[in-house]
Structure formats: structure tokens, C-alpha cells
């Protein structure tokens, strides 16, 4: 079964631009979480999608979004960039077939705002 | 949400248990015990959870304290392979169905293994 996927892999963006990324979960997982990752910080929760719907959020400013299609595929948004926005933003998909009690992450998209 | 204290690092030696604590003294009745790990330039992989017994995998084991104030995760014998960033985290669920919850993750703590 393939895992958790994420693109771009790699991505750099300029203050003030906005950017989407996008997440395909295992396939049969309806719940996809987003989290950011930073030296300073470590990871931090973002917010969670199930069946198109978001369930929990972060204490993540407005300008952090996302969504989730039918097909379970997420993405999220980032608008008017920072530069503090730069870290690696990482998904993760769960089941009801595992308890939900594991989470697999993605490799994660690594974004830098200059 | 409950806190959990792990040590910043850790250093073992190739093919040596390795015995990585968490104290998670305000912990709850409801909160499970997870453990996930961190390799240097991959997402985070789960390791293994636990809500009162001690629990065994392919992976590790956890040993969880009587009062369930503390955890232990238990490499049986280290690899190099193992050297990651391990995370002690408590799973809140946000609703009593259970299934609707976040991790919230800390610092964790690094392990080095020595060949």
C-alpha cells in the first residue's frame, strides 16, 4: 500500500506570496492532519480533516486554511507568506482500521519564504 | 492539553537496550501514551501506545507505570538504524467517541547510537 504522499517536496516562495500545498493520504484513510515543523518551535498541530470537514485547529492564524476533497486528497494554503511561514509542513492520515491510533506521515514539503 | 518531560538526548551503544523515560505526571484518565519517532529527514513514524498495560511490537516495548505518571519506551536492542528523535506524547480525545483527537508533540528526545 502506498503512503502518505506530498508535493511539491521542495518549494521557495517570496514574502508577501501564497502558497498551496497538497497531501494525498493512504489510500482508505479519511482523516488527514497538517503540522509545521521548525527548529524553534518543533511541531506544532495545524488542523485536521475528516470527510471534508475540519474537525480540530490549531493556534494557527487565519491566514493558514485548508481543505480536503471527496476523495480524501487535503490541501492547505498559506496566504500573504512570512518569513517566519519557512519550516517543514507535514501531513499525516489515520483510519478508523487502526483505532486511529496511528497516524503516517508524509516526508514532508519544505518551504522557504525569502 | 497534559504535558509530557523527556530528556533533551540520550546516547547508546549499537545492540544495547536502550531505555528512553517520560513523565507525564498530569496525565488523565482517558489520555493513551504514544510514542512516535523522528528520522533525520522523514516525517514522523509511530512507534507504539499504550493506556495502563505494558505493551510489546516489532518495534519496542512500553512499560507504564502503576500510577501511569511515567512511561518508558524500550529499544531491546539499538541499531544505528534507531538513532531518531523519539516523541513521548498523550492522545486527548477531543470527543467521547474517541476517534476525534490531535498529538500534541514536544521537544522529544534525541538518541545517538554508537557503533
Known amino acids: 500500500k502506498a503512503g502518505v504522499t506530498q508535493t511539491p517536496r521542495y518549494l521557495i516562495k517570496t514574502r508577501g506570496q501564497q502558497v498551496t500545498l497538497s497531501c494525498s493520504p493512504i489510500s482508505g484513510h479519511r482523516s488527514v492532519s497538517w503540522y509545521q515543523q521548525t527548529p524553534g518551535q518543533g511541531l506544532q498541530f495545524l488542523f485536521e480533516?475528516?470527510?471534508?470537514?475540519?474537525?480540530n485547529k490549531g493556534n494557527f492564524p487565519g491566514r493558514f486554511s485548508g481543505r480536503q476533497f471527496s476523495n480524501s486528497r487535503s490541501e492547505m494554503n498559506v496566504s500573504t507568506l512570512e518569513l517566519g511561514d519557512s519550516a517543514l509542513y507535514l501531513c499525516?492520515?489515520?483510519?478508523?482500521?487502526?483505532?486511529?491510533?496511528?497516524?503516517?506521515f508524509g516526508p514532508g514539503t519544505r518551504l522557504t519564504v525569502t | 492539553d497534559a504535558k509530557t518531560t523527556q530528556p533533551n538526548s540520550m546516547e547508546s551503544n549499537e545492540e544495547e537496550p536502550v531505555h528512553l523515560p517520560c513523565n507525564h505526571s498530569t496525565i488523565s484518565g482517558t489520555d493513551y501514551i504514544h510514542w512516535y519517532r523522528q528520522l533525520p529527514s522523514q516525517g514522523p513514524e509511530y512507534v507504539i501506545h499504550?493506556?495502563?498495560s505494558n505493551v510489546n511490537n516489532r518495534m519496542a516495548s512500553l512499560a507504564i507505570a502503576e500510577d501511569r505518571k511515567s512511561s518508558t519506551l524500550i529499544l531491546h536492542r539499538a541499531t544505528l538504524r534507531d538513532a531518531a528523535v523519539y516523541y513521548c506524547i498523550l492522545r486527548a480525545p477531543i470527543d467521547s467517541g474517541g476517534s476525534n483527537y490531535k498529538l500534541t508533540f514536544g521537544k522529544g528526545t534525541l538518541l545517538t547510537v554508537n557503533p
Open positions: 499525516a492520515s489515520s483510519s478508523p482500521g487502526t483505532g486511529w491510533y496511528e497516524q503516517y
Open positions: 499504550g493506556l495502563t
Open positions: 480533516y475528516f470527510s471534508e470537514t475540519q474537525r
